[in-house]
Nanobody, 125 residues
């Protein structure tokens, strides 16, 4: 069992930056492919980024490529999402996710078994 707790969300002006963090419990963190999803008001949840279990490979949705960076620290059971050049369209609740079985680079949310409670990111224009 893996428990995930996100932090780092908040209100930022367009063009600004935020770093989201996700703290994971358990001793198997380094075995899980992980990622970030987001859900904006009135919209379906969407894939944002994924990272392989050892952090050697990453994948992004086209709309955040070049602006967001996913990374992980397996020694400390942490997942990060560095977000730069934020846009109002990035406003959403962001969720940290982990997969039991190999899932990278899947954008299918059903491949991810563990979800955090979410953290709100609001980008003002």
């Amino acid at each position: 069992q893996v428990q995930l707790v996100e932090s780092g969300g908040g209100l930022v002006q367009a063009g600004g930056s935020l770093r989201l963090s996700c703290a994971a419990s358990g001793r198997t963190f380094s075995k899980h492919d992980m990622g970030w999803f987001r859900q904006a008001p009135g919209k379906e949840r969407e894939f944002v980024a994924a990272i392989s279990s050892i952090g050697s490979s990453t994948a992004y949705v086209n709309s955040v490529k070049g602006r967001f960076t996913i990374s992980r620290d397996n020694a400390n059971n942490m997942l990060y999402l560095q977000m730069s050049t934020l846009k109002p369209d990035d406003t959403a609740v962001y969720y940290c996710v982990a997969a039991k079985a190999a899932a990278f680079p899947s954008s299918d949310e059903s491949r991810y078994d563990y979800w955090g409670q979410g953290t709100q990111v609001t980008v003002s224009s």
